[in-house]
Nanobody, 114 residues
């Protein structure tokens, strides 16, 4: 397992946007699906979005479809989560992961003020 390096996130007003980034070593990133999870207080961790290697096929949780976009830059070994139209239902610790290797980022709290 390796530590994934995350950046971005923080505090935003409802309706605002944030972008999270997650960098991984090439050997972790290049051939594997990458994903973002979130966990709110007293709730189960849930998959927010994931993106495959190669064609970059994406999947989203129903709660974020149409608002969040996951993407990857293979040249930079980085996966992004663009979060738009954030609502009071979105605050959580957001973490990136490479399921194949079992690697995780440390996670960052995203807070949405009303």
């Amino acid at each position: 397992q390796v530590q994934l390096e995350e950046s971005g996130g923080g505090l935003v007003q409802a309706g605002g946007s944030l972008r999270r980034s997650c960098a991984a070593p090439r050997r972790t990133f290049s051939s594997h699906t990458m994903g973002w999870f979130r966990q709110a207080p007293e709730k189960e961790r849930e998959l927010v979005a994931r993106i495959s290697s190669g064609l970059g096929n994406t999947n989203y949780a129903d709660s974020v479809k149409g608002r969040f976009t996951i993407s990857r830059d293979n040249a930079k070994n980085t996966v992004y989560l663009q979060m738009n139209d954030l609502t009071p239902a979105d605050p959580a610790v957001y973490s990136c992961t490479c399921p194949h290797s079992g690697s995780w980022g440390l996670g960052t709290l995203v807070t949405v003020s009303s």
